[in-house]
């Protein structure tokens, strides 16, 4: 059965930082792109970062400098680093098994993070 689940979210004050991870199961991450996606109440999704089959990736403005993505290919797994975490940071993070979100065929069922003082 093919599956994505992510986990690591949680509550961090501003300023703090997560390390959320999306994990496999059934087939392979490792050669694939990978996108994260956000979606905050009453905000429509956005796609947060890209990590390309061959490991390029790419960001949001809103989260350039800040978050890092990248994979273990051993653990079949992709993280999302994020430092220096804000208040409008705060969403459900979901990834996908693609970059672009019309295209994904495979999500799992979000984690929350929240950012609060």
């Known amino acids: 059965q093919v ?12 300023g703090g930082s997560l390390r959320l991870s999306c994990v496999g ?5 490792n050669y694939i792109g990978i996108g994260w ?15 390309s089959g061959t490991s390029t990736t790419s ?4 989260v350039k400098g800040r978050f890092t993505s990248f994979r273990d290919t051993a653990k ?4 999302l680093q994020m430092d220096s975490l804000k208040l409008e ?4 993070y979901y990834c996908a ?7 994904a065929r495979y999500w799992g069922p979000g ?7």
């Open 59 to 62: 960001y949001a403005d809103s």
């Open 37 to 51: 996606f956000r979606q905050a109440p009453g905000k429509r999704r956005e796609e947060v970062s890209c990590i």
């Open 25 to 29: 199961s059934g087939f392979t991450l």
């Open 76 to 79: 079949n797994t992709v993280y």
């Open 3 to 14: 599956r994505l689940a992510e986990s690591g979210g949680g509550l961090v004050q501003p």
């Open 89 to 92: 940071d705060t969403a459900v």
């Open 111 to 117: 984690t929350q993070v929240t950012v609060s003082s």
């Open 97 to 103: 098994t693609s970059c672009n979100s019309s295209a």
